[in-house]
């Protein structure tokens, strides 16, 4: 995987995340406000524009590029949440100009390491952490295989544990209000880690 | 069908927003070179004073941009609509409003808030500008008594802000304003009725559920799930609710003074919050409470929602003499 590669994998999330922005909004509002997709399009919306300008670059650097241009066009919770997430991904492959096979464990690890570090959730709070901590899991237990076995380990992980989420009660973030009500609903952020696994699976 | 709004494209509706204001009011404000979603103060932030930088999602107008100005808050970071806004316009206003004693970063309790103004809070410290957080949790609807730190920040807001504000201008040190905005927050309460959902500009769908002829006491300012929905009730039994609630919270005694908000959400008409505000004067009257000071109106608004909250702040001489003080922002004037 080089550079170029990245920037596709995450071009091709923008597309993923555009096309499931409505559905994504919807879902987030039967316990949230109603504005995940909104915060998921165009978020990936000024990545696609960050990395379209952007010339070459390291996985690190378009990492990095990521970073910045998701956390400044949305804020919210998933900016802070993402950007840490990119952020922690380009750090684990700082120093490599191609990636192989063995660094694809590393980057879905980094990612789900930078979620619960700077969202301070845990397993079982319905939050996007519930798709990225099996994900890192899977990703983990498929390391050694090519990198498209081990991302797609990883999206299927994560769409369980988007699916487990309908029977968890919410512990942080705006449904937590909601006490027992979030029963039988998936959270919007962990639906939403899955599809962006999927759609980096499907770039590769 | 998408809802009716007086908008261009969705996208652009919190940056044509801002526009509008700063053409309206421009004498107290202008948008930082950094980020034009860091708003300033053009009289407030001075030297040797302590900086208060208030912020959050949009769609609560005149909360936040319209407490920016001497006397109040000296900048506001301003999201997309009810998302916080990333670090980047909230270090603008630190950068912009920094005298050299600290600034106080002061917003409603929301996960997506803290982690936003924390990670701006950390690049300021990298500038050696000392920045503290003290959050907003007036609703009282929105957790228990023993979890009062989880709550809410919501209309509040506006007591909350001002009598920091007010500490700031007053040339007070970075620990008693944060002192005063602690104590601020501690003594106001307030509680919210919605009557219909609010649709984001990007979506133009109600983001909630709330059939005709229902209401839901308690919820929040981006349709946050409240404690009890049923049938719309009349104004005096509703406030009767709200204010069942407020006054046991508060716990004051008979004689004590306070300070009353009633705020209408974007689509309820002011006679109905001066019905509400008749019963609000009745029982804090029946329970022996002075009312210094009342607002009637919009401060703390969910896009079209209709509904209303009823503030109370429970004032002592120092709260009574800061919510008293003179101050000229873009949208709120004490004289």
Known sequence: MTGDDIKAMLLAVADAMDAARDELCALDGEIGDADHGIAMSGGFGAVRTALSGMDGGTPTEVFNAAAKSFLNAVGASS???????????????????????????????AMAEGISHRGKAEPGDKTMLDAWAPAAEAARAAAGQPAAEVFAAAATAAE????????????????????????????????????????????? | ?????????????VDEMLDGILLAHGDTLRASEASGRAIIARHGPREGKVGLVIGGGSGHEPTFVGFVGQGLADAAAIGNVFASPPPDPALACVQEVSGGAGVLFMYGNYAGDVMNFDMAAEMAAMDDIEV??????????????????????????????KAAGAAADEMMSLDDVERVARHANARTYTMGV???????????????????????????????????????????????????????EMGAASGDRVAVLVNGLGATPLMELYIMNRRVQARLGEAGLETHATWVGNYCTSL????????????????QRLIDRPCHCAMFRVV
């Open chain 2, 132 to 161: 503290r957080t003290v959050l907003t949790t007036d609703d009282v609807a929105s957790a228990p008594r023993d979890q009062a730190e989880k709550r809410r920040g919501v209309a509040g807001n506006f007591f909350i802000f």
């Open chain 2, 1 to 13: 069908m998408q809802t009716k709004k007086i908008i261009n494209n969705g996208d652009d509706a």
């Open chain 2, 304 to 319: 079209e929602m209709a509904g209303a909250s009823v503030t109370v702040m429970h004032l002592d001489d120092e709260l």
């Open chain 1, 160 to 204: 369980k544990g988007a699916e487990a989420t309908s029977q968890m009660q919410a512990k942080l973030g705006r449904a937590a209000r909601l006490g027992a009500r979030s029963l039988g609903h998936r959270d919007p952020g962990a639906v939403s880690a899955a599809m962006m696994l999927r759609a980096m699976t499907a770039a590769l």
């Open chain 2, 194 to 248: 919605a009557l219909s959902p609010c649709s984001l500009p990007q979506t133009r769908r109600w983001n909630f559920d709330l059939p005709e002829g229902e209401m839901e006491i308690g919820m929040g300012i981006h349709g946050e799930p409240g404690i009890e929905r049923g049938p719309i009730k009349p104004a005096d039994e509703i406030v009767d609710e709200m204010m069942d609630r407020i006054l046991d």
């Open chain 1, 79 to 109: 900016g802070p949440l993402y950007a840490t997430a990119f952020m922690r991904a380009g750090a684990a492959v700082k120093g490599s100009e191609v990636l192989s096979d063995a660094d694809a464990p590393a980057l879905v690890e």
